[in-house]
Every structure is written in C-alpha cells, then in structure tokens.
C-alpha cells in the first residue's frame, strides 16, 4: 500500500488517512501505526501532513467534535448521491474520488469568504463553464512528432536520448532527437510536463504552455524560449555556462537557482524567486535588475518591472498538486482551475459571484466533479455538470 504514498500530499488525499484525524477510533489508529512501523521512510511525510491539517482546520479551536462530524457526514451526504448514480466501473474509483472530496472539503473549510459582497439569491448570478476538448501533448523533434494522451516526464540525456515516461500508465519509451537543433514541447490545458535537461536542469511545464529547448546546450550558454504559459525551474549551476530563458517580453539571466516564469496572455507575466539570483532585462530595457528570493517582479506594457516582496508557496505550489490562495477572487480560482481541468469560464457579466474570494489549498484531484463540488460547498453556491457544460449558482 505505502507504494501509493509519495509525499505529504499524497496522504492528504486519502480517505482512509483523513478519517484518522478527522474521527479517529481504535481500529484507524492501529492501522497507522502498523503503516508508521513498516514504512519509516514516510514518517516524516506523515508529520507533514498532520502538521499541515492542524494549522489550518483540524484545531479543537477550531472544530468541536459535533462539528467535525458534521462536516464528516455533509461530505458523505454529496459522495452518496453520486453514488447512487454510479455502475461497478465507477465502484472502482470511488475510493480516490471520496478521500478528493474529502480533503478539498476540509483544507479549504472557513477559508471561503464573499468579504461582505453576497450575490442575490436567484439563477441570474451564475458563472458558466465548457468542458473544452482533450488534446495531447505534443514533443516535435525535427521534423518528428511525438504525441501522449497523459502528462509526462521526459529526460535527455548527453547523447541526445529521450526517456519518456508517461506518468498516468507508466508506459516508457526512448526516443532518438540527436539530430534536432530545436526542439517543441507543448502542453495543452489539462495536461502537464516534467523535462530533465541534460546538464542536470529540471523543468516543470504548466498547463498551456509551448516551450522551445536545444538537444545540445552550446560551449558557451544554455539557453530555452518559453512561447506561453508556465514553468518552474531548478536550474543546475555551471560558472562557464550562463542559463537564460527568453520569453517574448523579457529574458531571465540565472545564477544558480530555483525560480517560476508565467507568461500566460490572460495574465501578468512576472518571476518569482525562489532561491539564487536572477536578472531580468526588457526587450524596452536592456538595464539588468535582480531580483532576491521572496520576490516578484511583475513586467508592465512600458517594458519596465515592477518588484514586491512575495509568499512564494503560492504560485510554485501547482507542480506539487495543490493551488493555494490568499483572498483571491473567483474568477482568478477559476481561472486556475480551468487551466489546470481545460476548462473555460465566462467572466464576462460581472456578477458578484465572482467577487468573493478564496484563502487556503485546494488539493488538485484526478476527477473533476469533485473539484467542482468542493468548490460549491465552501462558497454556497450550487454546482451543475450537465452535458459537459458546467454552471455555478447562488445556493437558494
């Protein structure tokens, strides 16, 4: 079983894990304990977890007991109804989908707040989504074109080998890009991607993003473009080799470090810093600024950076499978989440359901409806998947 546990996250996902501290009893605390002793490489991951579940909602301050177990039986409550509708292919991924729900449900409880802005109570304040098409992910090498149906890890090696592993089937192939000087990663919405580069550079695409990368980094630099959308990197030191990522704006110098890039056009494009130094310069501006860990630079129409100092959890905790907000309004969440699930909202009426805003983690599940529910519930609001067309409304 510890084969499905990874990291901290992976735990704050199962159900069976959340009922121990949620509503312990004898049998659940046996059970992990018995895991605890066989597994102590998790342990640590296991007091992540916990740790992180008592600072946020599972206080006794916070919750009495009645009052987690009627947060524990309003989850049922939901999960039931969907069960009922469920055939024994569904049975099947009942488990992951239930401790989904579950943990959504709990981390963002009393962290859903509409600021004083409540919507009317009528079927006019509603925002509408679309189910938009499936694509794959796309590697052209040359003139090659590799497709994958699931999110992938792809690692390059020296002699211009590729490891492709596709993470949701765990089918593996080599591919041969030696003889490409450029190569074409693009992931759509819905999807993600982890590149290892050859010189040790670890790269994680978000949802919507084109990114160019050589097979062979040159004697002298290494350098990728990213055309839209996201990456976080973790980049290898190398004193003889400068690491520059160019996006259509402005260029980002690195030093040695772990930092975020977002370009996407719905968005202010800006770097985070996480750990190292980076400088940027505009394609207006050509003056190197540098940014310190903890800070954003946001890049403005004039070519010019404005700099902030940041919680940088929030906007790299995506490649660990979570989104973390910190008041942010709806349409921002959505925004995220349609990304992240290829879904697209309107944001077009105005209307007060998308001024409220949002504080706390949302756990990123495999099954959207569960999302979307979680969602609903912490909002009062009422969510409707009907067709693939999605609507949330006022809570009558």
Known sequence: MANFYFNYTDFLKDEKFLRWQLLPDDELDEYWKNFIRENPDLNEEIKHAIADLKTIVLNKNILSESDRLKLFNRIQSTLNEKRKKAKIRRIIQYGAAACAAIALLIIGLNYFNTEGMLPKADDQ??????????????????????????????????????????????????IDISNAAVNKMIVPYGKRTQLNLPDGTKVWLNSGSVLEFPTQFTEKSREIHLLSGEIYLEVDPDKNKSFIVHTSDFSVKVYGTKFNVSTYDDSPHYVVLVEGSVGLESTVQSAEIRLSPNEQAVFSKNGTFSKCIVDVTGFISWKNGYLTFDKTPMNEVLKQIGRYYNLSFNFDQGVNLQKRTCSGKIYLSDNLDNVMTTIALLSSTRYINQNGQIYILNEK
């Open 125 to 174: 304040e509603l925002i509408i989504g679309n189910l938009l098409q499936s694509k794959d992910i796309q590697l052209i090498s040359g003139d090659k074109l590799h497709e994958y149906q699931s999110d992938i890890e792809v690692e390059i090696d020296e002699k211009g080998t590729a490891k492709v592993v596709q993470t949701g089937n765990n089918a593996q192939e080599q």
